[in-house]
């Protein structure tokens, strides 16, 4: 492993799906303030998930509640009809699944004409080499560690290991590599002793309600670099 890779910043992203969303707009806004990276939106269908969340309209009416980036993670499928959708409401990263389409390599060509990151999503149960073939097409690949539609479920840890191959798969390429479901201080620094540098996480930023969000974030993120520099 590079220097340069071991470089890469380590972000903590809170998962806008914990939030309150009868106040969604000033629950974003709270933690953001609170230290959040960037603003984790997941995109469910009730079709490639079995849950439903919202779609580029109410994402686009919170976009100007922070500047900070957001990370759009779409959990549905057909994607391509909607990408535009999400590009124009202010995604910053749009994420689509390796597993909720035949035209991925299409998808992420799509999402960089429009200007935008383009990410790949796999499934705990998707091997890594069915990206491969994209991974001078992507800027960032998403490891699940949960199977995607629900917060608050636990950490599948066996991902890891895939998540070490990645890594060595993507080399000295400029991606992030993103871990995302059941991450907590507890499960943070095994994340990035496997090769994690975006840390995305719902209810263990927002456990406890605004007062306790920096709170929430600095511990994963403490657990995160004090985790940088060990070995992989
Ligand atoms: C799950 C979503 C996640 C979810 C994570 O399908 O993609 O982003 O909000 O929630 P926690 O951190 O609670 O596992
Ligand atoms: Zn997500």
């Not at 509640?65 to 409401?89: G, Q, R, W």
């Not at 002793?193 to 927002?206: D, E, K, P, Q, T």
């Amino acid at each position: 492993m590079s220097s340069s890779m071991r470089a890469r910043p380590i972000k903590i992203l809170p998962s806008i799906l914990s939030a309150d969303f009868s106040r969604l707009g000033e629950d974003v806004r709270a933690v953001m303030q609170a230290g959040g990276d960037c603003v984790h939106v997941d995109i469910m269908d009730g079709h490639f998930v079995p849950n439903i969340t919202f779609g580029p309209d109410v994402m686009k009416s919170i976009r100007h509640v922070t500047d900070k980036p957001f990370d759009v993670h779409l959990m549905i499928s057909p994607v391509d009809l909607y990408l535009k959708n999400f590009a124009d409401a202010g995604a910053d990263v749009l994420t689509i699944h390796a597993e909720a389409g035949p035209h991925v390599h299409r998808s992420l060509q799509t999402i960089r004409a429009l200007g935008k990151k383009a990410g790949i999503a796999i499934n705990p149960g998707t091997p890594e080499s069915l990206i491969e073939p994209v991974l001078d097409d992507v800027d960032l690949i998403l490891a699940m560690t949960v199977n995607p539609g629900f917060g608050g479920q636990k950490f599948i840890a066996p991902v890891l290991e895939k998540v070490r191959r990645l890594r060595a798969m993507v080399a000295d390429r400029d991606i992030d590599i993103e871990v995302d479901g059941g991450v907590t201080p507890e499960t943070a620094g095994e994340c990035v002793r496997a090769g994690i540098n975006w840390l995305v996480a719902g209810s263990a930023v927002f456990k406890g309600g605004a007062p306790a969000y920096a709170a929430n974030i600095a511990a994963i993120r403490q657990a995160a670099e004090a985790a940088r520099g060990t070995s992989i």
